[in-house]
């Protein structure tokens, strides 16, 4: 066990490399010279151009760019942003409570109501429960989130006037940020009309960042359940007279949660691709919505910084559902 | 309730026509194949079917609303938009777009990355490790993102945007690829082979693809699926076609201000990406039911 833990712990290491290597050179094919993009319409002199590429170093081989750039991150330091002169790492950690918030939010959502549908539509097997069930979880699985996101604002925004449109607060509220969670610092500032307000503009998002999750942790639960439900010891608890309830909740569904908490847990990197396109539509305040525009505005050190963020917590939470799938699963634990 | 037959009472079909019994009878596949097949004979016929210039601006009659509806104007069965075109023509133009590109992005993808995996599968040592870690790598930066970040680099347009998703999509080929090489490698008729004579290229194209088609197949058709969410996503995002091409993400995203005035405008791209996203889902699932011997729903 702990040498499982030690070689997938290593493993990350050169995860994190490959990743810094493939940022780095692909943003250095990008077309453009990057002083020029900074000096803008203005144009820069030709000594003035001399000693800014000195300054930010680009005068000298690529691979010692390359291992500067490396020595850097280490010391904690991702560069700065070219348009608001912020470091990356700040603005990251400014704005990555809101995806964080609204991620949580929709996998609670996606959680609460797929395990117990695909439970249901194992249990009812080929019924029209199972048929709704499968059909409208393909349904979601195969829908484009920005539009469904569109016609979600148009039903309840626009028509019926319920949910608001875009933001995480309304600006009549002065809520202080804490934690950067704003339905704890609605809270915390013990403002309720806030913390609903709040509340309602998470709702329309996190639907829209549960849609995929939700399909496909259903269709997990429903085929992990169907397999469980053939096995031996299922036959044995129901000869043993348990009941129905206890036989599919107590000894059926602990197993066939297994793979259904790794592929919950797999769901990262699609609610990163989710952030970006809901944060955009929503104009919610996060990270996806950050780093789109720093690709608009060809703000290279965001965007170079926030991939290599981004994929480092996907890297980090893979692993961390990796080992927990050997802690989770008894079978895996046995020594060798 | 539906009862398919397994292998067992099925004895004298080749494994090509059971396949293609199993596939038979599993009426959602079927159906499915129609509505896909309907809308590539639509795209491939868009020049007959239109009724107008996917392009031509209807001055007159800007913002009509689909037929059925109160004020429609007759002859623009699903409305216009801002422009006065005509938005049946431009759908049906789009599904060029869509249809085309992700076939195309499938295509590339799994031919590079089947290349790719046999090299890892037959080469091993180092050579795999260094591919497989590669993979890796891709597959942890989001799939989106990844794209954003490529057409960022090459320019927004349609042909960077579908060499983006064709990258993102790769990894996923190369990995099944290997997988089922390494399997097949042990098998005695590979061996057999061997000692004929055949090796490299030669061993895997005439030996070896054969008999690890069909998960390949499966991917391709969820791949297909994916390239059209994907291409329509970078298209909604600005990154991918660019206006005024009726491609299905970019008629979502140009229309988005007119989600109040004019909803049809909205609601029928998307429906039109949802559908062959859907009809594809279906197909890949039954083909996957098909091929997979133990699988006897």
């Known amino acids: 066990m702990p040498q499982l833990l030690l070689r997938r712990l290593l493993l990350i290491v050169p995860g994190f490399l490959g990743i810094t290597a493939l940022t780095f050179f692909l943003i250095r094919l990008a077309p453009g010279d990057p002083i020029l993009l900074l000096a803008g319409e203005h144009g820069v002199s030709a000594e003035r151009y001399e000693e800014l590429q000195h300054q930010f170093g680009f005068d000298r081989p690529l691979f010692i760019q390359f291992t500067d750039y490396l020595w850097q991150l280490l010391n904690g330091n991702l560069g700065t942003s070219v348009v608001t002169q912020t470091p990356v790492l700040e603005e990251f950690g400014n704005l990555f409570p809101a995806t964080l918030e609204l991620a949580v939010i929709a996998m609670i959502i996606a959680t609460i109501i797929a395990i117990p549908a695909g439970v249901l539509a194992a249990v009812k097997r080929n019924t029209v429960i199972d048929h709704s069930i499968t059909a409208v979880s393909l349904v979601g699985y195969s829908m484009p989130i920005f539009w469904w996101a569109l016609l979600l604002i148009l039903l309840f925004s626009v028509n019926l006037g319920w949910m608001p449109v875009a933001g995480r607060l309304n600006f009549i509220y002065d809520i202080q940020s804490v934690t950067g969670f704003m339905l704890i610092d609605t809270l915390l500032a013990g403002d309720q009309d806030a913390f609903f307000d709040a509340l309602h503009h998470l709702v329309l998002p996190a639907i829209v960042l549960a849609t995929i999750p939700l399909a496909v942790i259903t269709r997990m639960t429903r085929s992990s359940m169907l397999e469980v439900l053939k096995q031996d010891y299922i036959r044995t608890a129901r000869a043993k007279g348990l009941s129905e309830f206890s036989v599919i909740f107590k000894h059926a569904l602990r197993n066939a949660l297994i793979p259904v908490i790794t592929v919950i847990g797999l769901q990262i990197s699609i609610l990163m691709t989710g952030a970006i396109l809901t944060e955009t539509i929503f104009s919610w305040p996060g990270i996806g919505k950050w780093i789109l525009e720093a690709v608009y505005r060809r703000d290279y050190p965001v965007v170079q910084g926030g991939v290599l963020l981004i994929a480092g917590l996907v890297i980090l939470v893979n692993t961390a559902v990796d080992l927990l799938y050997v802690v989770i699963n008894p079978a895996l634990r046995q020594p060798k | ?297």
């Open chain 2, 1 to 297: 309730m539906i009862e398919i037959r397994t292998s067992e009472n099925l004895p004298d079909l080749t494994p090509r026509q059971e396949v293609c019994y199993k596939l038979r009878v599993n009426h959602s596949a079927m159906v499915a194949l129609f509505v896909l097949l309907l809308l590539i004979t639509g795209a491939i016929l868009a020049p007959l079917i239109a009724p107008h210039d996917p392009y031509e601006q209807y001055t007159d009659t800007l913002l009509a609303p689909p037929y059925l509806a109160a004020d429609s104007k007759s002859g623009f069965l699903l409305g216009t938009d801002d422009l006065g075109r005509d938005m049946f023509s431009r759908l049906l133009y789009g599904a060029r777009y869509s249809l085309f590109l992700g076939f195309a992005i499938v295509v590339f993808s799994l031919v590079f990355g089947v290349m790719i995996g046999a090299i890892a599968g037959m080469k091993r040592g180092l050579t795999e490790t260094v591919i497989l870690r590669l993979m890796d790598i891709m597959l942890a930066v989001p799939a989106i993102l990844l794209a954003i970040i490529i057409v960022a680099i090459l320019g927004a347009s349609l042909v960077n945007a579908a060499l983006a998703v064709s990258i993102v999509l790769l990894p996923h080929f190369v990995r099944i690829t290997r997988a089922a090489v390494i399997a097949e490698m042990n098998r005695e008729y590979v061996l057999a082979s061997q000692l004929d004579g055949s090796r490299g290229w030669r061993l895997f194209f005439q030996t070896i693809l054969p008999n690890i088609s069909a998960p390949l197949i499966v991917q391709a058709t969820l791949s297909f699926s994916n390239a059209i969410l994907d291409i329509a996503a970078l298209g909604f995002l600005g990154l991918g076609a660019q206006p005024p091409i009726p491609e299905w993400g970019t008629l979502l995203s140009s229309s988005r201000e007119l989600i109040e005035v004019a909803p049809w405008t909205v609601t029928l791209p998307g429906l039109a990406i949802l559908v062959t996203v859907l009809a594809s889902n279906i197909l890949g699932d039954g083909l996957r039911d098909a091929l997979d011997p133990k699988v006897d729903a």
